[in-house]
């Protein structure tokens, strides 16, 4: 058995970039994890060169990560990137005669060589391997011809299961053009047959959307409890007043919001999780509608307290507004007494207005649109909580509201579990990958 030291030259050129002109640099973030390829070479004056740009590459070379070994970012030098200047973060393999570059590149993939590494990571903010780690790895030589025979093998397997991942993107693709579809159509009052329209075939009164508005306002003004003078919600505004089915009406959002409650944002510092602490939503687990609430982080019922505005009851709508913009979920019951992160806005709505229908507005594609065009660049991409009270929101009656999503939720929980479905067998994909490098590497095994 040989270790990675065995099959690689000892040093790497660490002269760094050329003295004058430019120079293309690869360093950690250059690499795709999932394609295990250069994607993203920088090319730089070499008077902006970073400190860690000391490594002069050659094709073949082949690209480990020492940082977060778990991840596995690893990659092979291609022929055009000759010349390159690579990060000091990565250890560099170059095979030594007899070595074939592919087959070293697929052996630093293996499971048995990212159990290994993730074995000895040292630190815990920037947890990473040693070279004396990798280059301590083993791996069993096989002949120059069958190291050859064994990478063909590899990549005509893997050229099956690229294109069925393909395929698989594809048929994901298709679905969230779909999913967009059903809400466009949705918000637009085409998925069922208006209000308007069933009454004047059977003969029946119905609360437009129109009258619908005027009573949450009506009523919004009649239960102010609150300190000092009733401040008017925002109205919608004029110049961006859209064309409705009959029967509609156009609000602010928040004309629909609870009148002795304003949106608010959430916990700023949220400190350490406590296990027996409040349940703390973040973006992350926002998405396509709903709240991942499998294994949300739990805080300090002390630092939950200091934010009481955004202390969930249950039926409140959360919006995203930092990064992922525009996320949203309907707060289930199960979550009162929970809080949010600052980058979740509470957005709690009227008791007699319909808060999923507000959610699906929100999730739809042209808001969504709207909402990503008002946010502005900080740190990161942030929305403002103000722009989301001035949005307009369409208000169809509430028996049309409740048609409308029944139908919406009837047609996208089809693409969801196909979506599911999806996931499942990309996984799998993932796993048969897994295992045609173990067969093909069987004997690869840590060395100490």
Request: aromatic fraction near 4%; proline fraction near 7%.
């Amino acid at each position: 058995m040989s270790t990675l030291a065995d099959l690689t030259v000892p040093k790497i050129d660490q002269s760094g970039p050329p003295k004058t002109g430019e120079f293309t640099y690869i360093d950690i973030s250059s690499i795709d994890n999932d394609l295990k390829r250069v994607v993203e070479p920088k090319r730089l004056p070499v008077g902006a060169a970073p400190s860690r740009a000391k490594q002069r590459l050659q094709p073949g070379d082949v690209l480990v990560s020492m940082t977060r070994p778990n991840l596995n970012a690893v990659a092979i030098v291609s022929p055009d990137l000759k010349g390159a200047i690579g990060s000091t973060g990565f250890h560099v393999l170059r095979p030594v005669e007899g070595i074939e570059p592919r087959w070293l590149f697929y052996g630093v993939q293996t499971h048995t060589f990212v159990e290994a590494m993730s074995s000895l990571v040292q630190g815990a903010l920037y947890p990473a391997v040693r070279p004396k780690d990798i280059k301590g790895f083993g791996l069993d030589a096989p002949s120059w011809s069958e190291q050859q025979r064994i990478v063909a093998e590899i990549e005509k397997q893997f050229s099956r299961l690229d294109e069925a991942v393909a395929n698989l993107k594809r048929v994901k693709a298709n679905l969230k053009r779909y999913k967009a579809a059903v809400l466009k159509t949705a918000v637009n009052g085409r998925l069922v047959r208006t209000e308007a329209e069933l009454a004047r075939q059977d003969g029946h009164d119905y609360e437009s959307g129109v009258e619908l508005l005027a009573r949450l306002l009506k009523e919004r003004a009649g239960t102010w409890s609150g300190r000092g003078k009733y401040r008017e919600p925002v109205p919608p505004q004029q110049n961006a007043r859209q064309i409705v089915p009959e029967g509609w009406a156009v609000s602010s959002l928040e004309q629909l919001t609870a009148p002795d409650r304003p949106c608010g944002y959430g916990v700023l510092q949220p400190g350490e999780d406590v296990s027996s602490g409040v349940p703390f939503v973040r973006v992350g687990d926002i998405a396509d509608g709903r709240g991942c609430l499998e294994s949300l982080k739990k805080i300090s019922p002390s630092i939950a307290a200091r934010y009481p505005r955004t202390q969930l009851e249950g039926g409140e709508v959360l919006i995203t507004l930092v990064g992922a913009i525009g996320r949203t979920a309907i707060v289930p019951q199960s979550l009162n007494g929970a809080n949010v992160a600052r980058a979740v806005a509470v957005i709690p709505i009227a008791q007699d207005m319909n808060a999923r229908w507000v959610e699906l507005w929100l999730r739809s594609p042209d808001s969504a649109t709207e909402l990503n065009q008002a946010a502005h660049e900080v740190a990161r991409k942030t929305l403002n909580l103000e722009d989301v009270r001035r949005m307009n929101i369409a208000i169809p009656p509430l028996s049309e509201q409740r048609r409308i999503i029944e139908a919406a939720e009837r047609a996208l929980s089809v693409a969801i579990k196909q979506e599911n479905a999806i996931e499942i067998t990309m996984r799998r994909v993932e796993r048969l990958r897994a295992a045609v490098l173990s067969v093909a590497f069987n004997h690869s095994r840590p060395m100490r």
